[in-house]
Nanobody, 123 residues
Framework: QEQLVESGGGSVQAGDSLRLSCVVS????????MGWFRQRPRKERELVAA????????HYADSVKGRFTISRDNAKNTVYLQMDSLKREDTAVYYC????????????????WGQGTQVTVSS
């Protein structure tokens, strides 16, 4: 059973930046596609960004394209989400997820999940 631990959330002003991190236990990290999801108040959980096992393919939701960047460091078992130009509507609990998949990362559903980290953006 993999364990995923997110960090880096917080309260910021609109226009600020945050970087989320997710550390994955175990030896299989480099085999997983990774995704960042979020759940905004009164909304369903949605995929924000995803990255393939080797970082060669990424996918972003339209709402964050050009503002968020997903990356990974397989040597550190860590996936990152750099969030720039934050908006109030980015306020959500952000979750990282891992999945062993041979499909496109846009279809990631998550076999393993972290506990989530809160991001609050105020204007």
């Amino acid at each position: 059973q993999e364990q995923l631990v997110e960090s880096g959330g917080g309260s910021v002003q609109a226009g600020d930046s945050l970087r989320l991190s997710c550390v994955v236990s175990g030896r299989a990290f480099s085999s997983y596609a990774m995704g960042w999801f979020r759940q905004r108040p009164r909304k369903e959980r949605e995929l924000v960004a995803a990255i393939s096992w080797n970082g060669g393919t990424t996918h972003y939701a339209d709402s964050v394209k050009g503002r968020f960047t997903i990356s990974r460091d397989n040597a550190k078992n860590t996936v990152y989400l750099q969030m720039d130009s934050l908006k109030r509507e980015d306020t959500a609990v952000y979750y990282c997820a891992a999945e062993f998949t041979t499909g496109h990362v846009a279809g990631i559903r998550g076999d393993y999940w972290g506990q989530g980290t809160q991001v609050t953006v105020s204007s």
